[in-house]
T-cell receptor, first 114, second 115 residues
């Protein structure tokens, strides 16, 4: 799986949009971009994923650049409960093989300020 | 919504005890995973199961075993707990469909302390 680079930490004011960047310059053509987050002492939570088109769900929007070398996760109206570590990963589609565990990098610690 | 539940949020055991951690998912997922997460070491895969009674070792299976007797349930067993198995244990599940994305859904985690 391709490597990703994220800022170590970011602050955002409550109620504003939080924009979390991720660089994945070595991404392969069939690899998806996934975002997960982990609130302190809880299990990771899936947020969104995409291949090349922008995606939106009830939690967030994912903007992928045309060359697919970077992406941005957008939380449109951040709340205090969005304070968490956000992980960007890239993965190929499931190939029918064996164990394929997730590996998270260090992620971005997003702190929402009141 | 996908729901993955784990039997305990916090557990304290003594060295040498046998420990059972249970995970249940309600989405009919074929794949189930057990990870441990430690500061500075990130997420590490212990065992994986892709079907009932099927299992595969992950990156760090030593000291652990697993059981999958029913599709929705995947158990992690520490035969003789040791202090270096103090950790956060995370269960996850996903669909098993070739060429599909394999989004993994996680449980809330069990923080195990071995004294």
């Amino acid at each position: 799986d391709a490597k990703t680079t994220q800022p170590t930490s970011m602050d955002c004011a409550e109620g504003r949009a939080a924009n979390l960047p991720c660089n994945h310059s070595t991404i392969s053509g069939n690899e998806y971009v996934y975002w997960y987050r982990q609130i302190h002492s809880q299990g990771p939570q899936y947020i969104i994923h995409g291949l090349k088109n922008n995606e939106t769900n009830e939690m967030a929007s994912l903007i992928i650049t045309e060359d697919r070398k970077s992406s941005t996760l957008i939380l449109p109206h951040a709340t205090l409960r969005d304070t968490a570590v956000y992980y960007c990963i890239v993965r190929a589609p499931y190939s029918g093989g064996g164990a394929d565990g997730l590996t998270f990098g260090k992620g971005t610690h997003l702190i929402i300020q009141p | 919504d996908v729901k993955v539940t784990q039997s305990s949020r916090y557990l304290v055991k003594r060295t040498g005890e046998k420990v059972f951690l249970e995970c249940v998912q309600d989405m009919d997922h074929e794949n189930m995973f057990w990870y441990r997460q430690d500061p500075g070491l990130g997420l590490r895969l212990i065992y994986f199961s892709y079907d009932v009674k099927m299992k595969e070792k992950g990156d760090i299976p030593e000291g652990y075993s697993v059981s999958r007797e029913k599709k929705e349930r995947f158990s992690l067993i520490l035969e003789s707990a040791s202090t270096n198995q103090t950790s956060m244990y995370l269960c996850a599940s996903s669909w098993r469909q070739p060429t599909s994305t394999d989004t993994q859904y996680f449980g809330p985690g069990t923080r195990l302390t071995v004294l």
